[in-house]
C-alpha cells in the first residue's frame, strides 16, 4: 500500500505561482514513477507531469503545462512536488500526486491516488 497527501493548493491571481506538495509513505516509492494529474469541474480527470524513480532524471509534461510546471522529487523525504508558475484561470482544478504512473497506450493511469488540493486561479 501507497499513502499520498497532497498539500498546498490555493486560491491565486492570474499570472502568479503555487508549489504543491505530495507526502508519500508505505512501500518503497522512490522506486516508482510518481506524477501529477488534475480533474476540473465537469472534465476528465487530466495527467499533468511525471518523473523517474530515483534521482527523477527523467520528466515528462503535457502540453498545457510544459513551460510553466516543474516536477521534482526528493527520495530522502519521500515527497513529490509541482511548482506552477503563470498560472491561468484554466488551471484551476483539483490536484492529484499518484503513484505508480504507467503508460496505457497514449494514457497515463496510477494504482494510488491521495485526495487531492484544490487550486483555483483568479482572473
Known amino acids: 500500500q501507497v499513502q499520498l497527501v497532497e498539500s498546498g493548493g490555493g486560491l491565486v491571481q492570474a499570472g502568479g505561482s503555487l508549489r504543491l506538495s505530495c507526502a508519500a509513505s508505505?512501500?518503497?516509492?522512490?522506486?516508482?514513477?510518481m506524477g501529477w494529474f488534475r480533474q476540473a469541474p465537469g472534465k476528465e480527470r487530466e495527467f499533468l507531469a511525471t518523473i523517474s524513480p530515483g534521482s527523477g532524471g527523467t520528466t515528462y509534461y503535457a502540453d498545457s503545462v510544459k513551460g510553466r510546471f516543474t516536477i521534482s522529487r526528493d527520495n530522502a523525504k519521500n515527497m513529490l512536488y509541482l511548482q506552477m508558475n503563470s498560472l491561468k484561470p484554466e488551471d484551476t482544478a483539483v490536484y492529484y500526486c499518484a503513484a505508480p504512473v504507467v503508460t496505457s497506450g497514449s494514457a497515463y493511469r496510477a494504482d494510488y491516488w491521495g485526495q487531492g488540493t484544490q487550486v483555483t486561479v483568479s482572473s
Open positions: 508505505g512501500r518503497t516509492v522512490s522506486s516508482y514513477w
